[in-house]
């Protein structure tokens, strides 16, 4: 370190800028104590030779720099604090990211040297692009702020813009509005156009700055991007963007056809069997997120009617369905994953979504069906079967041959997604199926492409196989908890089928919990029937306008705060306030409950905290949100149902835990499934939606995440 003294040679430091000289100190005594010691010695991984040539560029590197900066007469006071303050914010920047995991260790004395380079540069008059040029984004977006006059620095600054723009595509659109008039934007702008079309015609129709650039952008992707933004009708065109670039349709015969709802999920149908064949050829397909997410959107609306009708006769309940083709009424079951009732999806009177599918066949066979959608998220579909109880009923409807050509296309080239969604499927149904002989099938497959992708030296692919490897292991042997203390231990995770009481206290042993109500007719009642659960002696009860505070009178100390639900959408604004208190008074909850539709979960997991040890979702069990959930608290274990949750059955689930907690017990999965299941038998109907629910021990899906983000993190 620097302080005055460099190598023998003293150098007087006016005082003025002695405050410069122990920042930069500092920030090199921070750089050796990011290994966990501080020796004089900065170790970034196994290279020795690495590791010293880190050491030198932090210290001998950065010495040097000081004493060349004090001792150079060319230089004013205002310049020598220009250049030490670059220097200490160079070494700030790396440190913050460094130990952030953002940057490259390794790149210290690459930075360092093109620090020094630049300053010499900056002080002769020369650009400091030539250097900038040859940084990472990572290294040079901080360190070219100290050459702000000098005549590279826009250069250098639109060249680490860009640099950072394509690593960033789906986040870059929001942050062009400083470089507008940088000739870099057009090409960024076309790079995000060919991924994400939707976020063009988002900004080419709004009233900004950014709209003028994507208008004047000659590019013809933009150009056909900004046609559809005339148009009244563009976010429902814009998932034909292929059809308008290839000359199949035109704007004017595409604006006549989408203005009905059902002419619209007709054509989009259409549409996405044509699109998923052009991609199986290997054509690059611009529309196609954006059509399956507008299809969804039109899937839930006629599911949601024929949900709502579950107490009417077959005849009215599918009324709105009746005129349906098989593929449509396969669309409408893949994206309805989060919200079909399963009678809605089978019935004992055939009259369910599965059950028309396969009676419209003719004949009715899987196969063909699979091939008239050209496969599109088959792997869903075969899930989805497998947790309705259907799969067995779908492959006996093909040849032998074709359904185990489709299982193994099931299982097969998991890893080449840009996701884990079809792995966390292809888990899930490994949950469902009871057929012993395909249970065997599947897992001599899953050992299959473990090997191929081993020979193939394949990381990731490794990675997913080998987790699906251990978590398909033969489970006959042994109870719920042995095998679940068997999966813990072998993927190496915390216990998956029990909660540990002392994870859930906060630091004062007080037990928090948050539950989401909203405002529409199924949140009020399911609030009113909510607050049924706290009779007076065991529980206290306050409220004000925005929540409800719930605290216990005997047992553990235990604290429940539900958001009121106001009319729409005053429900949001309930949340909010809760939130800032919660925020306010340094609470966080271990235990977070969804009480709503599925379209409000975002809602919920937007407001999920890292501390979440449980989350009881009801529905919403898809991939999206279990990730989500884990992406925001790794250690949370998951209570999610295959279809819409129900009071009859969360209010059960949620007083067994209530009790448990306030025990000061460990939360037990298996024994409070094995009570609730009793309590469950003699109840029908109940019985079949408590069914439906997922317990954490058994959410293959949420166990195979966890396991997977484990085994990157030991990577990494």
Partial sequence: MYSGWSYGQRVQIPINRQGFHDNIDKEQLNADKLDGKQDGYVKVGDDENMNLQVTSALTKLVDDMQLEIELDTSLDHRLKVKYLSGLHQTLRDYNVKRAYKRIDAEEAPAMLQAYHQMMQADIKGKSIYPVARSLSFEAGERMIDAFQENPGYKEARAEMFSKFAFKNLEDIMPKLGP????????????????????????????YTPTASAIRRNQDPLVQQIVAIGKSSQSTKLLPFIDQLLDGSATLSELESKVANDDTYFRLMVHSSIVLQKKRAEGANILGLKAMQENMKAKSLRYIREVNDLHEEGHAVRFRIVKDFTPEELYYLIINGQEELFTSSYTNAAKMGLYDQMMLRMKPPRGDSLLMLVSFDRFKKFIAMAAGFNTLDNFLKSMDPENAN?????????????????????????????????LLDFLREEVRKNLSFVQQKHDKRGITIYSLLNSIFTEDGHGSDSSWASDMSSKLQLPPINYVEFATLPSDSGRIYQQVFFYGDEDGISSYASFMGNFPKGEWNVTKNTYWTTI????????TIFANNPLKEPEDKTAIEKLGEYLDEKDIHPTIFIHRGHSYHVNTTLDNLQSTARIVVLGSCGGYHNLATVLEKAPEAHIISSKQVGTRWVNEPIIRSLEDVVRAGKNVDWVQMWAGLSRKFAGEGANKALFDDYVPPHKNLGAIFIKAYRQVMKDEN
Avoid: H, W
């Fill in 179 to 206: 470089y507008l008039d940088y000739p870099i934007v057009d090409t960024i702008v076309a790079a995000v156009a060919k991924k994400y079309p939707n976020q063009v015609l988002t900004y080419a129709t709004s």
């Fill in 405 to 437: 050509y489709l299982m193994v296309k099931f299982v097969r080239s998991l890893e080449k997604t840009e996701d884990l969604e079809d792995a966390v499927d292809v888990a899930n149904s490994f949950g469902s199926i009871r057929d012993p002989k």
């Fill in 551 to 558: 605290t216990s009178a005997k047992g553990k100390p235990t």
